[in-house]
C-alpha cells in the first residue's frame, strides 16, 4: 500500500494500476446549483489512507460544499508534480515528498497530516532474528532504490552502534511484500495498516521495529494532503471547502470503520473486503489515539515534526540547501471544529 518515498511514488504512478470506477462516481449533488469541479490525486490505489477521501465523496459531503471531486490515479511524474503543475487540484504525498519537492522548487504545500505518528515499520519474519538495529548486520535489505531508504539505514545503525556496511542493498521496486521477505530480502520497510495487517490475515509471524520508535527524527508525516501554492492563492475558499468536507469525511469514517471499509469497497471492490475490514479497524485505533495524545483538530501538523525531518535530510545531504519549512506546510485551511 503506502510506499512513502519520491522514487516508489513514480514507480507505482507507472503501474497505472486498475482501481475500478475510482474517478466516476459523484456525491449526492447540491440541489440548484452548479458544483464546482475538484480533481484529487492518489498516491497509490485505493486503499484505506483514502477511507475519509472516499467516504466524503459517497456520502455528499462535498457536494454539500459546492464541489465535484474527481479521483484520479497518479501519473509517472509523481504527485507533487503534477499537483504543482496544475494537473490535479489536491494529491496524496508524504512528507519526505514535499521536502523533496520543495527544495527542488516545486512548489507544494501540505495542507493536513492524516495521522500524527509514522506508522511504517521494518519487517522481518520471525525465524530472519531480526529483533533490533544491531541485527541488521549480515542480512538483505529489500527496499524501492530510493536514497532515503540508505540514508536512514545508515543513521540509524550509527545511533545503534551497527556497521552498515555489513548490510546487502537489495532493490526489489515495487514486488509485492509477501512475494520477496524471506526469498529475495531478510527484512524490508512496510507499513503496519496495510502489509502489517495482511501479514496478521495470513497468520504470517513478523518482528516489527517501527521508525518512531527507533529515532524521534523519524517520526514525520506520511501520508499528508497537498495542494499547490497557485491553488492556494486562487482558490483559497475552495481549498477550504474541500479540507472542511474531507475532515468530516475522516471522522465519520473513524467512528464506524467498518461503513467507511464497505463504501471503500464499493468505490474499489477489487481490494480484498478482509484485509480492507481489518485495516479500517486498525486506522480508525490509530486517529483514537492520536485525539487522546491531545491533536487540537483533524489534520493538525506540528513545525517541529517538519522542521526535524527537512534537517535531517540536509545534513544527509538527500536535498542540496535547507528549505523553508514554513512555507512547506500549513494548519490555516483546517477546521478547527472537526476534531
Given at each position: 500500500m503506502m510506499k512513502g518515498w519520491a522514487f516508489a511514488l513514480a514507480v507505482f504512478g507507472a503501474l497505472a494500476l486498475t482501481a475500478c470506477g475510482a474517478g466516476t462516481k459523484q456525491g449526492a449533488p447540491s440541489e440548484g446549483a452548479a458544483r464546482e469541479s475538484v480533481t484529487v490525486m492518489l498516491d497509490w490505489y485505493p486503499n484505506t489512507n483514502h477511507l475519509?477521501?472516499?467516504?466524503?465523496?459517497?456520502?455528499?459531503?462535498?457536494a454539500a460544499e459546492g464541489l465535484d471531486?474527481?479521483?484520479?490515479?497518479?501519473?509517472?511524474?509523481?504527485?507533487?508534480?503534477?499537483?504543482?503543475?496544475?494537473?490535479?487540484?489536491?494529491?496524496?504525498?508524504?512528507?519526505?515528498?514535499?521536502?523533496?519537492?520543495?527544495?527542488?522548487?516545486?512548489?507544494?504545500?501540505?495542507?493536513?497530516?492524516l495521522y500524527q505518528h509514522n506508522t511504517s515499520a521494518f519487517a522481518s519474519l520471525k525465524e530472519a532474528g531480526i529483533r533490533s538495529v544491531q541485527d541488521f548486520e549480515g542480512k538483505r535489505y529489500g527496499g524501492w532504490g530510493s536514497p532515503t531508504e540508505e540514508a536512514v539505514l545508515r543513521a540509524l545503525m550509527a545511533k545503534y552502534g551497527a556497521d552498515f556496511s555489513k548490510v546487502k542493498m537489495i532493490v526489489l521496486g515495487q514486488a509485492d511484500f509477501f512475494a520477496t521477505i524471506g526469498k529475495e530480502a531478510d527484512f524490508e520497510w512496510i507499513y503496519y495498516g496495510w502489509d502489517g495487517i495482511e501479514a496478521e490475515r495470513r497468520g504470517m509471524a513478523l518482528d516489527l521495529l517501527f521508525l518512531k520508535d527507533l529515532d524521534p527524527v523519524f517520526d514525520y508525516y506520511t501520508p499528508v494532503i497537498i495542494a499547490g501554492e497557485a491553488m492556494l492563492e486562487k482558490r483559497p475558499e475552495t481549498v477550504r471547502k474541500f479540507m472542511r468536507a474531507l475532515a468530516k469525511g475522516y471522522q465519520a469514517a473513524y467512528a464506524d470503520p467498518e461503513a467507511a471499509a464497505e463504501v471503500l469497497l464499493q468505490a474499489a471492490p477489487e481490494l480484498n473486503g478482509e484485509l480492507v475490514r481489518r485495516s479500517a479497524a486498525y486506522l480508525a485505533g490509530v486517529d483514537a489515539s492520536d485525539r487522546a495524545e491531545g491533536r487540537p483538530y483533524w489534520g493538525h501538523q506540528k513545525r517541529d515534526v517538519w522542521a526535524r525531518f527537512a534537517d535531517w535530510m540536509h545534513a544527509s545531504g538527500l536535498i542540496e540547501q535547507p528549505i523553508d519549512v514554513d512555507r512547506a506546510f500549513t494548519n490555516d485551511f483546517l477546521s478547527s471544529d472537526v476534531k
Open positions: 475519509g477521501l472516499y467516504w466524503a465523496r459517497e456520502k455528499g459531503l462535498f471531486v474527481s479521483i484520479v490515479q497518479p501519473g509517472e511524474s509523481g504527485v507533487a508534480q503534477a499537483v504543482a503543475a496544475g494537473r490535479a487540484d489536491f494529491g496524496y504525498s508524504y512528507q519526505e515528498e514535499v521536502t523533496y519537492a520543495r527544495a527542488s522548487g516545486v512548489p507544494v504545500v501540505s495542507l493536513g497530516a
